[in-house]
């Protein structure tokens, strides 16, 4: 219902599943599900905000709100490969990397 309303007042929203996903839609149109790929998860501490703050990186860099939710699902991703908070956020040039950006 609030994911509905925030649309239609014109509002953007974006919602973390975890291991399910993340759900995401613009004013209108229709919701998105974007998939995350099988992790063996060490530690899912931080993982949320690893997603938020790549999320705001990519969306502050000129990214489309769809790239942006994809790109920061992978990065949030690679984050709960280790364990820790901060210590598991991987490095611009370690997405790169890995993800091949």
Known sequence: MLFRSAVRHGLAVVI????AGVVWAEPGAQPH?????????????GAGDAFVGALGVLVGA???LG????????VATLSVGQAGAQ?????????????GW
């Open 62 to 64: 000129g990214s489309a």
């Open 87 to 99: 210590s598991s956020y991987p490095a611009r040039d370690d997405v790169r990397a890995r993800l």
């Open 16 to 19: 973390t599943l975890g291991a």
């Open 33 to 45: 599900h974007v998939t995350v790929p099988p992790v063996q998860a060490v530690d899912t501490t």
């Open 67 to 74: 790239e942006a939710v994809e790109r920061a699902a992978a």
